[in-house]
């Protein structure tokens, strides 16, 4: 079974409109973290925006939040106000165990973004 | 404050040489993980070493891979023999000993690019 699904391979998305990049997961492990990155076409690996399983809230990071539903196992990315730099690939991925063991990501397949002007 | 390193950002092998990855964590960091990227798909995990071990190689294949992470040195990720199938992205990502739970804890080098004519 798939640890991490993202089911949309491409999204589109007007310039200044929110778009919501979707994630769900799979694990038994009480302890993980969920983590989102943007690759641009440059190719680097850019961190975004981190949720912990025991969080209250919802992480959020200036035009991104994440909409962590424990119950459902998905961390759906809110990108609010696109802009045209936002057009790039994004990664889900997930950290099983506690974040002071060091464990390995589990990416998903990503979603490429596509902002419109 | 330099972030992780690697090199070379680009590399040329021909079928049957080796190829040689180099990685640099970041000042302070004693963990190394190495994710490959094949085209058009995510990033897998392949190995996670501390120096002078190897924690946890089960996403690395069997034959023509190894890694090591000395004492003194970069981290090397090495591929003996290689096939067309190995060509890639090879991400390299660093942490520390004790990560801080912002989600910030794999920091992720700019890439090798891997291409075997």
């Known amino acids: 079974a798939q640890k991490i699904t993202q089911t949309q391979p491409g999204m589109f998305v007007q310039e200044k409109e929110a778009v919501t990049l979707d994630c769900t997961y799979d694990t038994s492990d009480p302890s993980y973290g969920l983590f989102w990155y943007k690759q641009p076409s440059s190719g680097e690996m850019i961190f975004l925006i981190y949720?912990?399983?025991?969080?209250?809230q919802n992480a959020t990071e200036g035009r991104y939040s994440l909409n962590f539903q424990k119950a459902r196992k998905s961390a759906n990315l809110v990108i609010s106000a696109s802009q045209l730099g936002d057009s790039a690939m994004y990664f889900c991925a997930m950290r099983e165990g506690r974040e002071t063991s060091g464990s390995r990501l589990t990416f998903g397949e990503g979603t490429q973004l596509t902002v419109n002007p | 404050n330099a972030g992780v390193m690697q090199n070379p950002r680009h590399l040329v092998r021909r079928r049957g040489q080796e190829a040689r990855l180099r990685c640099s964590p970041m000042?302070?960091?004693?963990?190394v993980y190495w994710y490959r990227q094949l085209p058009e798909e995510g990033l897998k995990f392949m190995v996670y070493l501390q120096k002078e071990n190897i924690i946890d190689e089960s996403g690395m294949p069997k034959e023509r891979f190894s890694a090591e992470f000395p004492k003194e040195g970069p981290s090397i990720l090495r591929i003996q023999q290689v096939v067309r199938g190995d060509s890639a992205a090879y991400f390299c990502?660093?942490?520390?000993?004790?990560?801080?739970?912002?989600?910030?804890?794999?920091?992720f080098g700019p890439g090798t690019r891997l291409t075997v004519l």
């Open positions: 990502a660093s942490s520390p000993r004790r990560a801080q739970g912002s989600g910030n804890e794999q920091f």
């Open positions: 000042k302070g960091h004693s963990h």
């Open positions: 949720q912990g399983s025991y969080d209250q």
